[in-house]
């Protein structure tokens, strides 16, 4: 692929994608996309050959987005976390979700929402929903590798829950205090676990 065709490519993804998180995914047609990308509808099915497979790029592009900035918040806010030190990266994920909830264009999570408008399991775009939530618990749970946990993946699923949960309240509620919350709650948790 060219660099002319990648550059409207990303383009293309990056306008539906801004599109999909604030109208919502079946809501949002392509002559929409079309419209606010400047983009051709040759070149859009050039790349894509459904809007499914648009989704499905977008979504990867969400994950792709918000896996790195929360790695570039983890290291930039962990040395500023209390207490046991091994608990402070993992600690230092809720105050990343409190950047992105008090943030310009924070509207929930993409991937609740998307899975919710594909609730069919075998749907690739309910599918790229999920592996997004699996790779969340994955670096959920490298973060919580320095603590001596039992069940470390048991662990990152509380965590996981408490952080959907977060991130639905401040959607739903508006409750832009709802990362620290979960915060509070992890950091209980993960002292309760160190107790024992």
């Not at 392509?30 to 859009?44: F, H, M, P, Q």
């Not at 994920?93 to 399991?121: K, M, V």
């Not at 590798?145 to 470390?152: Q, V």
């Not at 829950?161 to 709802?178: F, K, R, S």
Request: hydrophobic share 45%.
């Amino acid at each position: 692929m060219n660099t002319t065709a990648t550059t409207r490519r990303n383009h293309l993804v990056a306008t539906a994608l801004r599109l999909f998180c604030e109208r919502g995914f079946r809501a949002t047609g392509i002559d929409r996309v079309l419209a606010e990308s400047g983009v051709a509808k040759k070149t859009l099915y050039n790349h894509f050959r459904s809007k499914d497979e648009l989704i499905v790029a977008t979504l990867q592009k969400r994950d792709e987005d918000f896996l790195a900035k929360m790695r570039t918040a983890i290291a930039r806010l962990t040395p500023q976390q209390e207490g046991d030190p091994r608990m402070a990266p993992v600690l230092a994920f809720f105050d990343g979700l409190h950047e992105w909830f008090t943030g310009p264009g924070f509207n929930g999570c993409t991937f609740i929402n998307a899975s919710a408008e594909y609730p069919d399991e075998n749907d690739p775009i309910h599918a790229a929903c999920a592996e997004h939530k699996r790779l969340v618990l994955e670096t959920l749970e490298g973060l919580l590798a320095p603590l001596p946990l039992e069940d470390s993946a048991l662990v990152a699923r509380q965590m996981a829950l408490l952080a959907d949960g977060a991130i639905v309240n401040a959607h739903t509620a508006g409750d832009l205090e709802a990362a620290r919350c979960a915060k509070a709650a992890a950091r209980r948790l993960l002292e309760s676990y160190l107790e024992n």
